[in-house]
């Protein structure tokens, strides 16, 4: 039977920040059974607490130097599978997004995380820049807004809607576009 032994340098695998990314994972479940409920005040507040976890997870990996390779290679795939099944269970009427939005959504963390991993298997470095994070930010904040407007469909709720999902689009599209050429220029130089 192998076994894992962390480096001298590296934290346990069982610590908050990791605890904190699985229990992620469990509320991605929660909210989708949500969304396929109809209940949206509970959406809403399910997936604010999952963005909440996200920040304090790399807060806490920072600030108690619990930095994981486990950490950081499972954070960004419990928070695609939390926005991208979000997007993907939001397909239906009414919630002002249609099936090409959420497959340029999809596809760019798709392609961008393929990406990430060949390059930073080749040894490069290939995190998240600025634009990614306005990506993250504008992604989140247009899922707050649609269940908030599915929850009350007020016509300045419809609106702010419809701002953060062209928003999150745009940047979601620009950042697929950035990695891309980042990933273009470290492959030339090779």
Do not use: H
Not at 68 to 74: E, K, Q, V, Y
């Amino acid at each position: 039977m192998a076994t894992v032994t962390p480096s001298p340098k590296e934290p346990p695998v069982v610590n908050v920040p990791n605890i904190l990314t699985a229990s992620r994972l469990g509320m991605a479940v929660v909210l989708f059974v949500f969304i396929e409920l109809n209940l949206w005040l509970a959406c809403l507040i399910t997936f604010a607490l999952a963005a909440f976890t996200d920040w304090l997870d790399g807060y806490l990996a920072r600030k108690l130097q619990m930095g994981s390779t486990l950490g950081r290679n499972l954070d960004p795939l419990v928070d695609k599978v939390l926005v991208c099944g979000a997007y993907i269970f939001l397909l239906r009427p009414g919630t002002g997004l249609y099936a090409w939005m959420v497959t340029v959504v999809v596809g760019r963390e798709l392609i961008i995380t393929g990406l990430r991993s060949f390059l930073e298997n080749k040894g490069a470095t290939f995190g998240a820049d600025w634009l990614g994070k306005i990506k993250m930010v504008l992604q989140c904040g247009a899922l707050i807004a649609i269940f908030w407007a599915m929850s009350d469909p007020q016509d300045w709720l419809v609106l702010t809607r419809d701002i953060f999902i062209w928003g999150m689009l745009v940047s979601t599209a620009f950042s697929g576009l950035q990695y891309l050429w980042k990933a273009f220029s470290l492959l030339k130089s090779e």
